[in-house]
């Protein structure tokens, strides 16, 4: 009787030790569930964060070549204008030698060329006479840039036009043909040109000549302003 009963009681310590090694099974095998899906969002997230990396090296990639783009395009469109835009500035000086017979009224006239293979629009020229000191830079002499008016001329490429300014009888004038003989006055003869290219932007350009008494001539001594 004793025997049986243990071996009763060893049966049923067995049934009852089955269902605690299957349940521990199962934890196991829930685990690496975990953790194959754990794997899988890492996995997931450093896809998103390798395609967000690209994507932004992409668009800057992108945007530098729309800068490069945008550059090249600013540089062909600028050399375009220089090598087709109008460029007007002074041929020649019509003036007379100053000497010991020169009387006065006397004109100071410039030739005015379009030098560019475009047309120069609404060219509206200026010019001006000053007597200064030995010495003095001429630089002193300056023109405000203004937009030319809409009505003035258009001087085609190869094309001149003429402007100049009188030097008037009077005895301040005959004063000052007098310091330029004896050298103690610099005349001046200064002008400039205000036009627009087929391009639409405003351009100027200005010179500067005065009179040489030793070379009885009437050089030409620079810009007044850079010419654009």
Known sequence: ???QNHTHQSTHAS?????????????SLMTNYEWVSIGIQVLTLLAIIAYTVFSRRQWHAMDKANKLT???AAFTKKALELSERP????????????DASVRL???????V?????GPAMNVVTNVGWEK???G???DKFEFKRTRPPDSAPTLMPEGITFNGVEIADTPENRAVIKGVLDGTVVLYVFGDCIYMDQFGNPRHSAWVQRYDRELKHWPFVGNLSKAD
């Open 1 to 3: 009787m004793d025997k």
């Open 70 to 72: 945008s550059e090249s």
């Open 105 to 111: 009224p006397i004109q100071l006239q410039f030739v």
């Open 136 to 138: 003095v830079r001429f």
């Open 15 to 27: 049934t009852q030790a089955k269902p605690d090694s299957h349940h521990q099974g199962d934890t």
């Open 132 to 134: 200064a000191a030995p």
């Open 87 to 98: 460029w007007v500035f002074q041929a020649a000086l019509k003036a007379p030698t100053l």
């Open 113 to 117: 060329k379009n030098f560019g293979r």
